[in-house]
């Protein structure tokens, strides 16, 4: 029996599922102190009665959340100060996990990590945290979910470098989308290509879909610059799109980044070994090679189309979204393997490579979330609602926000 006996009383809080009511034997643990009219007593585990003097309220100050402990009865007799599980989780809206070595608290309806704490002992005892970035308010898990469900190196990568920040306990935690959108092969052997300019080598391929997507895509055709891993991904409706759409690429190349294209690889696909393409290259200057048909998939150094559609098909079964959302997809996955630390490039990002310039990862979203996008105040009068229950789909690539899907419409 913890509660009633001659040991000192005990400054610090516990979690437990027993009582109804928090509770403490020190008033210097209350902020506001009340008088109680009718003063009753504490039952406690051996039937005896321990006298209440009065109540009152604190809170508990965390980095990332205050949390309230309203109606807190005085005990002095009590040697444990005990939160009840019942009313902290209901008064802070909030959820208590419990396991073996300790326990989470997390926000009930965003699932945002408040705190976790250590038990060594019999007890769950509420320990502060000593700095705010051991207790940060995110967990791998949900970096996991942001991040489009990269592998361990790459948050380890990130966070050694301080780009994010999450919670060092280690928990085992299984991620039911990865093994459903990602299967393991054999590599290939790692190209012998060696760049050291980018776009001197581009790799191209067009990919099909079985499904045609919402927005009336059926292809998309991809772009991999050699020196820097970055990816250019172009949604097509007809695979004759294709050379107008490298024209448009080159044109895009060209005028942000004055360099010109040196050598493109790719399959042997008609969509790239045709007249115009042959004709546009002699124009130009530009090498076209072509990888062999029985080893189309001998860019082993590159995030190729294998790779993305992986990543797409995890995204969507994660979200659980139908394969028509898989443009949304297919963005989102672009846009985060550009920002994320590549193997190849000693954990740097094609961003850093090509940009010169460190990622951001402070915005990002888990994709398929709920959402609540603000309103612009000319489309709605002040009695209606400033919001809409949304999906949260990515990135808009010309524009600054995040692209919703509005579930009422």
């Not at 990332?64 to 009313?87: D, E, F, G, I, W």
């Not at 099909?208 to 990816?231: E, I």
């Not at 949304?328 to 094609?350: C, D, E, R, V």
Request: a positive charge.
């Amino acid at each position: 029996m913890h509660t009633l006996g001659i040991n000192p009383p005990d400054a610090n809080w516990y979690m437990d599922i027993g009582p109804t009511s928090h509770m403490t034997s020190a008033q210097g643990n209350l902020t506001y102190y009340f008088n109680m009219s009718n003063k009753h007593g504490i039952i406690v585990g051996n039937s005896h009665s321990i006298p209440i003097h009065d109540y009152g309220h604190t809170k508990l100050s965390f980095p990332c959340l205050p949390l309230t402990l309203n109606n807190v009865l005085h005990a002095p007799q009590l040697v444990k100060n005990l939160v009840s599980v019942r009313k902290f989780t209901t008064i802070n809206f909030i959820s208590v996990e419990f396991d073996p070595f300790g326990f989470f608290v997390k926000d009930f309806q965003m699932g945002k990590l408040v705190m976790r704490c250590e038990s060594r002992g019999e007890l769950y005892p509420i320990i502060k945290p000593t700095n705010s970035y051991t207790f940060a308010t995110v967990a791998p898990s949900l970096w996991h979910d942001r991040l489009g469900h990269p592998g361990s190196p790459v948050l380890t990568s990130l966070r050694k470098n301080k780009l994010i920040k999450y919670n060092q306990i280690k928990v085992s935690r299984i991620c039911h989308s990865c093994p459903l959108g990602k299967h393991v092969k054999l590599s290939f052997y790692a190209s012998n290509s060696c760049t050291i300019m980018p776009f001197d080598i581009f790799h191209s391929d067009l990919w099909t879909s079985l499904v045609l997507s919402s927005s009336g895509h059926r292809y998309y055709v991809l772009f991999v610059d050699d020196y820097s891993k970055f990816l250019w991904i172009f949604p097509l409706s007809q695979k004759s799109q294709t050379y107008s759409t490298f024209l448009n690429f080159k044109s895009l190349i060209r005028t942000q980044f004055e360099r010109d294209i040196k050598n493109i690889q790719c399959d042997n696909d008609t969509e790239f070994d045709n007249g115009p393409f042959w004709e546009f290259c002699k124009a130009n200057g530009v090498f076209f090679i072509f990888h062999v048909l029985i080893h189309p998939l001998k860019m082993g150094n590159l995030k190729d189309i294998r790779t993305i559609n992986n990543i797409v098909c995890t995204l969507l079964a994660h979200a659980s979204f139908p394969p028509s959302f898989w443009h949304h997809a297919l963005q989102m996955a672009t846009y985060l393997l550009n920002i994320l630390p590549h193997k190849l490039l000693n954990y740097q990002s094609p961003l850093q490579i090509l940009y010169q310039k460190d990622p951001s990862y402070s915005h990002l979203r888990v994709f398929g979330c709920l959402c609540y996008p603000l309103i612009p105040s000319t489309t709605i009068n002040k009695l209606q609602p400033w919001s809409t229950s949304c999906i949260f789909l990515g990135y808009p690539l010309n524009h600054c926000g995040y692209k919703c899907f509005d579930l009422s419409s």
